[in-house]
């Protein structure tokens, strides 16, 4: 995922939440859910950001739902 998705993602309204996942395997980082209607929980993982390069993300959605919980309600 890149930034000007993440900017896209929210300008558009799609943005469901964002959880940082800390396991120190290959997927630590900023993982980005979208809204989904059809899918379990109304969301899904649209993309990540390294834990190397997550800062910029972070940034822009520290104030939209930013969380630590599996399902979005941290």
């Not at 890149?2 to 980082?29: C, M, P, V």
């Not at 390294?50 to 599996?70: F, I, W």
């Amino acid at each position: 995922m890149t930034i000007d998705q993440l900017k896209k993602i929210l300008a558009n309204g799609e943005f469901h939440h964002a959880t940082y996942r800390d396991h120190g395997t290959l997927w630590e980082g900023l993982h980005i859910y979208v809204k989904e209607d059809n899918s379990f929980n109304g969301f899904t993982n649209a993309g990540f950001f390294p834990k190397e390069n997550h800062q910029e993300a972070y940034d822009l959605v520290r104030y939209t739902g930013v969380s630590v919980d599996s399902r979005g309600r941290g």
